[in-house]
């Protein structure tokens, strides 16, 4: 998984998270902590980059839910992004 973290012109930080391949039962636990570590530095922006995820069954999807709960639980979390891009 590729995190990236970066300034936004008005000043705020931005973490994006890029899981890549499958987001399953095996590899779910891990997107689950990144994406808690980034919730609990109350990153104001964090971007969910799902555009290298060919597969995701329901231990990735309830790692999506429970990190969109807990961003919107949080007050330090006022953008919660998750992003994939249509096919051309």
């Known amino acids: ?16 998270l890029a899981p890549f391949g499958r987001l399953d039962i095996t590899t779910a636990w891990q997107f689950r902590l990144k994406l808690q570590e980034a919730i609990s530095e109350e990153s104001p922006h964090i ?3 799902l ?3 060919n597969f995701i069954d329901s231990s990735g ?10 961003a919107d639980k949080s007050t330090a979390v006022s953008a919660f992004v998750m992003y994939t891009p249509k096919p051309n």
């Open 1 to 16: 998984m590729e995190q990236r973290n970066f300034t936004n012109p008005q000043g705020d930080q931005v973490v994006i």
């Open 61 to 70: 999807l309830t790692s999506l839910v429970a990190g969109m709960r807990d």
């Open 51 to 53: 555009s290298e995820v």
């Open 47 to 49: 971007l969910i980059n």
